[in-house]
């Protein structure tokens, strides 16, 4: 099969032909119809640590084209599938639990040479990972239900009392996908703050009811205009740099919920006497489990969201290593779709 390939930290993704994927006793080999570029792609491409012939890509939907000896149920070749990018150790408190992203052995696919992703031809998964794409619901949108679930799994986090008033920081996909959820979950108020023009026309398109831009107006002063409420009941961090968690803080209410998605892999410094003043809650959310791909796919089917404005361009794959640097300094974009 032809693939995207990591060679070398800073260097371009080369596009090769290496061997089919065979499917493991449990699993199931894919054929990809789209993929999705995540940031988290383009981080992990700038460490010196990744291991080169990593193929990325833990975003992706397709047809069923092979079964591991071991697959029994309801799958076949020819089904219309995503599934959740996860390979679990299936033997531990956090599988027990139904949270198999949080198992501390669990392998993300597209980010190990145990778990090759999806910016390829075929993928492999899990076969108790994989979830069935109804009519309906084409290839674009499949490949999106992965980002869609953080989003969804972010607004579950949060306690959301009727008719919230709303921050989301940062209008990435998963920003994007935060203000879409916590639209749906009833919050009468959902404000975006976001330094690109473009994304925070993309954030009103989906729903957003406001949105700031941090570089011109003072956050809190903009939000109280946009929404006639003083403060932020909850805030959704989507951003990940640091600064950011203090940031939201100092903005929550009396009693506030700060949800923190963003991912800061550097030490960060917050004065835990604000938080305690206001008695803030701050919760983290890492990715998601099987319902949330489950509500995803259903309210896609019954089109209660519409995610379609979050895709944003579609490249083959021998356009992707372009398109992928071009990620890099290009904020216009939200979800740029491969087809392998």
């Known amino acids: 099969m032809r693939a995207a390939v990591f060679q070398e930290a800073g260097k371009p993704l080369v596009i090769e032909t290496v061997p089919d994927p065979v499917p493991?006793?449990?699993?199931?080999?894919?054929?990809?119809?789209?993929a999705g570029i995540c940031g988290s792609d383009l981080h992990m491409t700038e460490s010196?640590?990744?291991?080169?012939?990593?193929?990325?890509?833990?975003?992706?939907?397709?047809?069923?084209?092979?079964?591991g000896k071991d697959v029994?149920?309801?799958?076949?070749?020819?089904?219309?599938?995503?599934?959740?990018?996860?390979?679990?150790?299936?033997?531990?408190?956090?599988?027990?639990?139904?949270?198999?992203a949080l198992c501390s052995h669990n392998l993300f696919t597209g980010t190990s040479l145990q778990a090759q992703g999806a910016y390829a031809q075929l993928v492999s998964a899990r076969a108790s990972m994989v979830q069935r794409l109804p009519d309906g619901v084409d290839f674009a949108e499949g490949a999106m239900v992965e980002p869609l679930a953080v989003g969804h799994h972010i607004v579950s986090m949060a306690d959301m009392p009727q008719r919230a008033a709303v921050?989301?920081?940062?209008?990435?996909?998963?920003?994007?996908?935060?203000?879409?959820?916590?639209?749906?979950?009833?919050?009468?108020?959902?404000?975006?703050?976001?330094?690109?023009?473009?994304?925070?026309?993309?954030?009103?398109m989906i729903g957003a009811t406001g949105a700031i831009d941090p570089q011109d107006e003072d956050v809190a002063a903009a939000f109280a205009r946009l929404t006639g409420v003083d403060r932020p009941q909850i805030i959704f961090e989507c951003v990940g740099v640091p600064g950011m968690l203090g940031q939201a803080i100092e903005l929550a209410d009396v009693r506030?919920?700060?949800?923190?998605?963003?991912?800061?892999?550097?030490?960060?410094?917050?004065?835990?006497?604000?938080?305690?003043?206001?008695?803030?809650?701050?919760?983290?959310?890492?990715?998601?489990?099987?319902?949330?791909?489950?509500?995803v796919i259903g309210v896609l089917a019954r089109r209660e969201i519409d995610a379609r404005p979050?895709?944003?361009s579609t490249v083959s794959l021998d356009e992707l290593p372009a398109a992928f640097e071009a990620l890099r300094s290009q904020p216009r974009e939200c979800k740029v779709l491969i087809r392998p």
């Open 72 to 100: 029994a149920g309801p799958w076949k070749v020819g089904d219309r599938v995503t599934a959740l990018p996860l390979n679990a150790c299936n033997d531990c408190a956090a599988c027990d639990r139904d949270l198999p």
């Open 256 to 295: 506030g919920q700060v949800i923190v998605a963003g991912v800061v892999l550097k030490e960060d410094t917050i004065l835990p006497v604000v938080a305690l003043g206001k008695e803030v809650t701050i919760r983290y959310s890492q990715a998601y489990n099987e319902h949330d791909f489950e509500a």
């Open 167 to 204: 921050l989301v920081i940062g209008a990435g996909p998963i920003g994007i996908a935060v203000a879409l959820f916590a639209r749906h979950a009833g919050a009468k108020h959902v404000v975006v703050s976001e330094r690109s023009p473009d994304r925070r026309a993309l954030a009103k």
């Open 24 to 34: 493991g006793p449990d699993q199931v080999i894919l054929e990809v119809a789209h």
């Open 48 to 67: 010196p640590h990744m291991p080169r012939g990593l193929i990325l890509g833990h975003e992706f939907a397709g047809t069923i084209a092979a079964l």
């Open 310 to 312: 979050i895709h944003t």
